[in-house]
């Protein structure tokens, strides 16, 4: 009798797992019988997106550094000054140096007197 109480066991647990497999058969199979939706093709396809681009006299604001003027310069209020300014780079020169013709307009260039103080501040 022992041998007949396992093998129901058996068999009950083999149905209940084809049970599962037949599901799971049967809702693979239902997915891919749905049919898509049809969309036909045509020219209406959006505008591409607009790109503005900033005028190069308003890419750097050189009057926004004002506040730093008097103070002895570092790396930290360069970064400072570059950033209230909006300007993309910085850089420091010698009070009355000339500086290279191809000035870059969104550059802040930080005037400096001998003793390290910043004497002006201006865009190129």
Do not use: K, W
């Not at 019988?33 to 890419?59: G, H, I, K, Y």
């Not at 004002?66 to 000054?81: I, K, W």
């Not at 191809?102 to 390290?116: C, E």
């Amino acid at each position: 009798m022992r041998i007949s109480q396992q093998s129901g066991f058996i068999f009950a647990h083999a149905r209940s797992v084809m049970a599962a497999a037949l599901c799971a058969a049967s809702l693979f199979t239902a997915g891919c019988e749905t049919r898509p939706q049809f969309r036909p093709l045509t020219s209406e396809a959006p505008p591409p997106p607009v790109f503005v681009n900033v005028p190069r006299e308003e890419a750097c604001q050189a009057a926004q550094a004002r506040y730093a003027l008097g103070q002895a310069l570092d790396s930290l209020l360069l970064e400072q000054m570059r950033t209230r300014t909006g300007s993309r780079s910085a850089r420091t020169a010698p009070v009355g140096t000339p500086l290279p013709a191809p000035a870059d307009p969104g550059r802040l260039t930080v005037d400096v007197d001998p003793q390290g103080r910043i004497t002006g501040a201006r865009c190129g």
